[in-house]
């Protein structure tokens, strides 16, 4: 699937119109806007490089959503939703994705993600929650039959973390305990955060 932005088929997981000023010296990237589609107040934003042929995930989050835009390069990007409550629970679908295409994507809590960068790209990031080390540990194997996404057969690059990661089932698990914890605590954030 190629967008230009709207729906993704998985509720709550939008592609959002953003705006670039392309000339001879380079882009000005417009990169949020609250008043855009899906946006939320963020209130942490994280930049990440990575260079061609590394894969980031799968990974879910339990106590943030997160507002992704590409200002540089080319990805292909993997979302499933595993939220037991979803009417698109199960659901996945991937996006070719260019920094050219002119939109950002609103990933909620609960759809798993994963990224393959296809050639060196900058993924800026925003957070509806500060990130917290305890709850940044779900996750599941990139190509897990399960999460119903297809892949390249090549090598990639992966980080420890991920080349560790469990199963679909075992990620299922963790989510749905550490989802509970999470709202126990009413969905609370600590005003600062070690990172």
């Known amino acids: 699937m190629s967008m230009k932005g709207g729906n993704s088929g998985i509720a709550g997981c939008?592609?959002?119109?953003?705006?670039?000023?392309?000339?001879?010296?380079?882009?000005?990237?417009?990169?949020?806007?609250?008043?855009?589609?899906?946006?939320f107040p963020a209130l942490?934003?994280?930049?990440?490089?990575?260079?061609?042929?590394?894969?980031?995930?799968?990974?879910?989050?339990?106590?943030?959503?997160?507002?992704?835009t590409l200002p540089r390069g080319r990805v292909v990007l993997g979302l499933a939703d595993i939220r037991r409550n979803s009417p698109t629970y199960r659901k996945s679908t991937q996006?070719?994705?260019?920094?050219?295409?002119?939109?950002?994507?609103?990933?909620?809590?609960?759809?798993?993600?994963?990224?393959?960068f296809e050639e060196d790209s900058v993924l800026v990031f925003g957070l509806s929650g500060y990130w917290q080390a305890k709850y940044d540990v779900v996750g599941c194997q990139w190509d897990d039959p399960e999460l119903g996404l297809q892949w390249p057969v090549r090598s990639v690059v992966r980080s420890d973390?991920?080349?560790?990661?469990?199963d679909y089932q075992a990620?299922?698990?963790l989510y749905e305990e550490l989802s509970r914890e999470f709202m126990s605590t009413g969905g609370a954030h600590p005003s600062v955060v070690q990172i």
Request: a negative charge; hydrophobic letters at 45%.
């Open 44 to 68: 942490q934003w994280n930049a990440c490089a990575s260079k061609a042929g590394v894969v980031r995930g799968a990974h879910v989050h339990v106590d943030y959503d997160e507002y992704y």
């Open 95 to 116: 996006v070719a994705w260019e920094d050219k295409d002119g939109f950002a994507v609103v990933i909620p809590r609960g759809v798993v993600h994963v990224l393959l």
């Open 161 to 166: 973390r991920d080349a560790k990661s469990g």
């Open 171 to 173: 990620m299922l698990r």
């Open 14 to 39: 939008e592609f959002v119109p953003v705006s670039a000023n392309r000339d001879d010296r380079g882009c000005l990237f417009e990169l949020f806007r609250e008043s855009w589609s899906g946006a």
